[in-house]
């Protein structure tokens, strides 16, 4: 059973991921799309915990959750490594302790994340004013154009002058019609593991395409909130508006390998998003799991 | 809540107002009418928790003044949208990133020929 878990973890973790990352059919249902990443990135972690402790836990003789329990029991009693060896002993602290240390990476990441977000949020108090041209919004005195969502316990929308004077009032509805579609489908929150992951560990290949895959995917999860409810062509021409200045090289900052083109020529796509598709990457994502789940309930 | 929030971003202007001099908090709550000294000076208080003013002890009276002028914070907050913050977080989501030379090419002969299959206005 390790055998089959340890494969499990590494081929959603590499292949699967890298694959995944060159698919183009998500871009027809950025939704299920990210759900499939998620689904991915639980089931590889699974695995991977599940092999380290069958391998531990293999003088047991028990799946891994029995032996996780006899584990349990032993404790109380006050033995816990009894009937399992020095290796096996060792092997369990090892898996703890890993398991403890990334809990403790990705919860630091979290506050930083947080604290960031909280001074980000105090400024924009301070400085940032309203208009009726942009309802909902805060607006920032600035020439450059930005546009964007902070994510929190209410999701603020902020947009700046530079954007104001360069898009009509249809792309700008359009943009603030994205921005709700962050804001409302909590993509902040969606992005956090994600980002935290590759920060805590960028070499592992999920890690990397997961963020960068997923960034770009909720963006097309939020161009479809505003296609909805605006449309397609003031979309697509704010767009080429706020992309089409201040060119300068990107950064890699939270961007996403699916860049602005690719964003347009899916939107000019009539036939941009697919139930079929969406339904087979929630097929997929269960499926995902059930390799896993299973691995440690049998022996 | 809101209400110190309100006054919070009041005092801030009052303070880059006079920008490169400080003032007491007895100067501040007289350009802020309405306002209980006390008041005035719990909210330079958390202001000064929070790191954006700082408080000198002249003699007998402390002197408040803004830590960065407001152009520096809007420069601050922008940077963020548009960079990113530094340490790699997901802080924002944003509208649109910023386009490398070769995209705003691609960006520049798609504005001027319109693709098939774009649906009538």
Known sequence: ?299 | MARLGDLERQVMEILWAGFGSELTGRDVAARLPGHAYTTVLTVLGRLEHKGLVRRERSHTTHRYAAIETREAYVAEVMHEALEGTSDRDAALVRFAQTVSGREAGVLRRALERPEKGRPPR
């Open chain 1, 1 to 299: 059973m390790a055998g089959l878990l340890t494969a499990v973890a590494v081929g959603l973790y590499w292949p699967g991921a890298t694959l995944l990352a060159r698919a183009r059919w998500s871009h027809r249902a950025p939704r299920a799309a990210v759900l499939l990443w998620q689904a991915t990135g639980i089931a590889g972690a699974l695995a991977a915990v599940g092999a380290g402790l069958s391998v531990a836990l293999a003088p047991l003789h028990q799946s891994v959750i029995d032996g996780l329990r006899s584990v349990m029991a032993q404790t109380r009693a006050g033995r816990p490594f009894q009937g399992l060896g020095l290796y096996a002993a060792l092997g369990l602290q090892l898996a703890t302790d890993v398991t403890i240390v990334l809990v403790l990476g990705l919860s630091l990441t979290f506050v930083r994340t947080r604290r960031s977000r909280a001074r980000h949020r105090q400024l924009l108090r301070l400085v940032a004013c309203r208009t009726e041209r942009a309802p909902g919004a805060l607006v920032l005195d600035d020439h450059r154009a930005a546009a964007y969502c902070l994510p929190g316990l209410r999701p603020q929308i902020v947009v700046s002058t530079g954007v104001l004077g360069r898009l009509t009032s249809d792309e700008l509805s359009a943009v603030l019609a994205h921005e709700r579609g962050h804001a409302h489908g909590r993509h902040g929150i969606v992005m956090l593991p994600f980002a935290s992951l590759d920060t805590l560990l960028g070499w592992v290949p999920y890690a990397r395409h997961a963020r960068e895959q997923v960034a770009g995917l909720l963006e097309m999860a939020a161009d479809d909130y505003a296609v909805r409810r605006i449309g397609r062509e003031p979309l697509v021409s704010a767009l080429l508006g706020m992309a089409g200045f201040g060119a300068t090289p990107s950064c890699a900052l939270g961007a996403s390998s699916i860049g602005i083109p690719v964003r347009i020529s899916r939107l000019r796509d009539p036939e941009h998003r697919s139930k079929h598709v969406a339904a087979w990457a929630l097929f997929a994502a269960v499926a995902v799991m059930i390799v896993p789940v299973v691995g440690l309930l049998v022996r």
